[in-house]
C-alpha cells in the first residue's frame, strides 16, 4: 500500500475483535482495513476458547459448518479436585440450544476462518505485517494529541524483525483492538484504572493418555492451584504463582516446580518426572484486570482487551471481546453509511452497550480473586489451607453439590455473558 491512502474506517489488531467488527462491517457495505503486524496467525495463544454465543454468532453468519470442519475438543463441564474431593462447578450441558459446550480450537484457525471470510467482500482490505505505531491527527498531520483523530501510522514489518517502510492511512474513524498493551490507546492518552489481582500464570503443557479425564480441571491442594484444559494429546495447564513471584520461583529450579506438580497431581507423576522439560517450556502471563473509564475520542473507538483487560477467570476475555465488535459494528454502521465523521456521541453508545456487562464479569472476576484465588496462595495463613483441604467443601461447591440444576448458572455466566450480541441481519448469509 502506498503512504497518505484512505479508508473508512482503521481497525488496528487482527485479533478475535478486530476480525469479527471487520467483516461484519464489510458486510454493511463499509469500506474497512484491519491491520495485523504478523505475516500470519500462527503464534501460541493461549486464549483458544471458543463460547456457546461465539458459536451462535458464527450459526448466523453462515460460518457454522466451516468452523465445525476445524479440528476442536469440547467442553461440557468444569470441575475442581479439592483435598474434600471432587466438585462440579458448572454444566454447560444444561444450556439450552444446539452449543451448550465450549469449542477449543487453535486461535489462528478461527482468525484465518474469519480473514477468509472477509476477503470475499469488496470493501474489506487485510494488512498483514502492518504495525501501527501511531495516530494521524487533524491540527497538525500526527503530532498533537489534543485534535480529532483522523487516522493511524504504521510501518511495515519483515519477519526479520526491522521496521520497514512508514506509512499513513487516513480514516474516518480508527478502532482500537490491538489488545491490552495498545499502542493506539496509549498514543492517544487513555489511561485505563487498574484493579489489583493476586496472581500471575504459568502456561505450559504437560502429555495427555486417553485414559485421563476429559474437560477442564481445577486442583487446589494446600496453597497450590493448577488449572487443567483439555487438547487431546496434551494438557494445557495453567500454574497460578503469586503476582510478582515469578523469578523467585523459577531461581528454585524446574526440579522443584516439577516436585510441586507430583505432589498436586499424583496421577501424574509418571509424566511430570521430566515434563515441562525446562522454564522456557513455561511462559508467564502477567495477569492484568483494568477497565478504561472512556473508550472513545474524537475519532477513535477502543474496544475488547484494549478497553478492558480480562483475569484468564472464567477464560471470558475474548468472548466478551467478540461481543464488543458485534455492537460495535451494529452501532457504528447507521453513522457510517451516512458518511463523513461518526458523532463522539455514537461512539458513546457503543461503551454504555457494553460497559455494565463488563463492570460485571470484572466484578466477579475480583470476587473470585479474593474470595477463592487469593485465599488459595496465602499459604501463610493456617485457615487458608484449611478451606482448601479440609473434609468439608465450601458452602458454595456443596450448594452446588446439593442443588445440581444451579451449576447451569455460572455456565451461562462464562458461556454466554450477562449481554450476549448476536450477528445484525444485513451481516447475515
Known amino acids: 500500500m502506498a503512504a497518505n491512502e484512505r479508508t473508512r474506517v482503521a481497525i488496528a489488531g487482527g485479533g478475535p475483535a478486530g476480525m469479527f467488527l471487520g467483516l461484519l462491517l464489510a458486510r454493511g457495505g463499509i469500506d474497512v482495513t484491519v491491520l495485523e503486524k504478523h505475516a500470519d496467525f500462527l503464534r501460541d495463544f493461549r486464549g483458544d476458547t471458543v463460547h456457546p454465543s461465539t458459536l451462535t454468532l458464527l450459526d448466523e453468519l453462515g460460518l ?22 471432587p466438585a462440579q462447578l458448572g ?12 469449542a477449543l480450537v487453535p486461535q489462528w484457525d478461527l482468525l484465518e476462518l474469519l480473514a477468509d471470510a472477509a476477503s470475499r467482500e469488496p470493501t474489506f482490505t487485510l494488512l498483514r505485517q502492518a504495525e501501527v505505531t501511531g495516530l ?120 522443584a ?77 447507521p453513522a457510517l453509511l451516512r458518511g463523513g465523521q461518526v458523532p463522539e456521541t455514537v461512539l458513546q453508545s457503543v461503551q454504555r452497550r457494553r460497559w455494565w456487562p463488563t463492570v460485571l464479569i470484572q466484578g466477579f472476576q475480583q470476587l473470585a480473586h479474593r474470595g477463592v484465588v487469593g485465599r488459595v496462595l496465602d499459604e501463610n495463613a493456617a485457615h487458608q489451607q484449611n478451606w482448601a483441604s479440609a473434609a468439608r467443601q465450601p458452602l458454595p461447591l456443596r450448594v452446588l453439590d446439593a442443588l445440581p440444576a444451579l451449576r447451569v448458572l455460572p455456565a451461562r455466566l462464562v458461556g454466554i455473558g450477562p449481554l450476549p450480541e448476536h450477528a445484525p441481519s444485513w451481516a447475515r448469509r
Open 257 to 333: 516446580f516439577r516436585g510441586r506438580l507430583a505432589e498436586l497431581l499424583p496421577w501424574l507423576a509418571g509424566r511430570t518426572a521430566e515434563a515441562p522439560p525446562s522454564f522456557d517450556d513455561v511462559k508467564l502471563l502477567d495477569v492484568r484486570l483494568d477497565r478504561l473509564p472512556r473508550w472513545h475520542f474524537p475519532g477513535l473507538l477502543v474496544i475488547g482487551d484494549a478497553a478492558h483487560a480480562m483475569s484468564p477467570v472464567g477464560g471470558v476475555g475474548i468472548n466478551l471481546a467478540v461481543q464488543d465488535a458485534v455492537a460495535a459494528a451494529r452501532i457504528l454502521r
Open 91 to 102: 454444566d454447560l450441558s444444561l444450556l439450552h440450544g444446539p452449543h451448550n459446550y465450549i
Open 136 to 255: 494521524l491527527r487533524a491540527d497538525d498531520g500526527g503530532t498533537d494529541r489534543g485534535g480529532r483523530v483522523t487516522g493511524v501510522v504504521w510501518r511495515e514489518r519483515p519477519t526479520s524483525g526491522e521496521l520497514g517502510t512508514e506509512h499513513r492511512l487516513e480514516a474516518d474513524l480508527v478502532v482500537a483492538c490491538d489488545g491490552r498493551g495498545s499502542a493506539v490507546r496509549a498514543a492517544a492518552g487513555l489511561e485505563p484504572a487498574a484493579f489489583g489481582v493476586p496472581m500471575d500464570v504459568w502456561w505450559f503443557r504437560l502429555p495427555r493418555e486417553p485414559a485421563d479425564p476429559e474437560g477442564a480441571l481445577g486442583r487446589i491442594h494446600r496453597g497450590q492451584f493448577l488449572i487443567m484444559i483439555d487438547r487431546g494429546d496434551y494438557w494445557q495447564c495453567g500454574y497460578l504463582i503469586r503476582k510478582g513471584a515469578d523469578a523467585m520461583l523459577r531461581a528454585d529450579g524446574i526440579g
Open 64 to 85: 457454522g459448518p466451516a468452523f465445525a470442519a476445524l479440528p476442536q475438543r469440547k467442553i461440557t463441564w468444569v470441575g475442581a479436585d479439592l483435598d474434600s474431593g
